[in-house]
């Protein structure tokens, strides 16, 4: 406990837990994706994985814990590193403009992160934990139900059809995930440069963090893209 006291009372320690903190709600990002990627697989494939997940309440609550745990600590880093480089200037510059080498990225990672921590709110809301009040669809997902010989599962394909049909769902959703590709693009390579991974140049881990980025908002555009071009219409009566 002292030794996580002490390194939340220096700034480079901050930057340490910003950065394991990201490195963890990456690898998350990547495992959703890939969940969610089992839509293109048809019914079956998404509903199944989805059962696995409901039938172990212990790893799936752990995870969530976890989850929650890792962005308060990511963002609480962000806003206090981002008021110490405030305090450590408080007078502006007379002509403000972007730093010089600075990209767009970086200078909106704290706007990005807050509006994707807005983001992951709603999108539990709607599909977890089914709040009616959030549901443009006007769907009670809870009634979405499927026979699996003696037994039912959540028919959680349906659920992601309905909701990506909605216009306004999709549009929200692809600029949420625009952002969060566009925090990636930046919070990556400074990842690297906080451990002290320097093993490739600074271009080098700026073109593999803007990659990684550009895969996970493909990844996750697609998804919606799909369904208002007619994925799954055979399920909407």
């Not at 002490?6 to 998350?28: T, V």
């Not at 212990?58 to 880093?77: D, E, T």
């Not at 990636?184 to 093993?199: A, P």
Request: positive net charge; aromatic residues 10%; hydrophobic residues 45%.
């Amino acid at each position: 406990m002292k030794f996580i006291t002490r390194l939340w009372g220096s700034s480079l320690g901050k930057k340490y837990l910003m950065a394991l903190s990201g490195i963890a709600l990456w690898f998350f990002v990547i495992g959703h994706l890939l969940g969610n990627l089992q839509v293109f697989l048809g019914p079956d494939k998404i509903n199944t994985y989805a059962a696995f997940l409901k039938s172990q309440p212990g790893l799936l609550w752990g995870a969530r814990l976890g989850l929650l745990a890792m962005v308060a600590l990511h963002v609480s880093s962000a806003i206090s590193l981002t008021n110490l480089n405030r305090n450590a200037r408080p007078q502006p510059y007379g002509h403000p403009r972007a730093p010089f080498g600075s990209s767009y990225a970086s200078r909106t990672m704290m706007m990005s992160g807050l509006i994707v921590a807005a983001f992951i709110i709603y999108h539990l809301l709607h599909y977890t934990v089914q709040t009616p009040a959030v549901n443009l669809t006007g769907v009670d997902f809870s009634e979405y139900q499927e026979a699996v010989g003696t037994t039912t599962r959540h028919d959680v394909y349906r659920m992601i059809i309905i909701g990506f049909r909605h216009p306004l769902v999709s549009l929200f959703y692809i600029v949420a995930v625009g952002l969060l590709s566009l925090h990636l693009s930046h919070g990556l390579s400074s990842m690297f440069q906080s451990l002290g991974i320097t093993r490739w140049s600074k271009t080098g881990r700026d073109c593999l963090a803007r990659t990684a980025g550009l895969i996970t908002f493909v990844g996750y555009a697609s998804i919606p893209v799909a369904v208002l071009l007619g994925l799954g219409k055979e399920v909407v009566k």
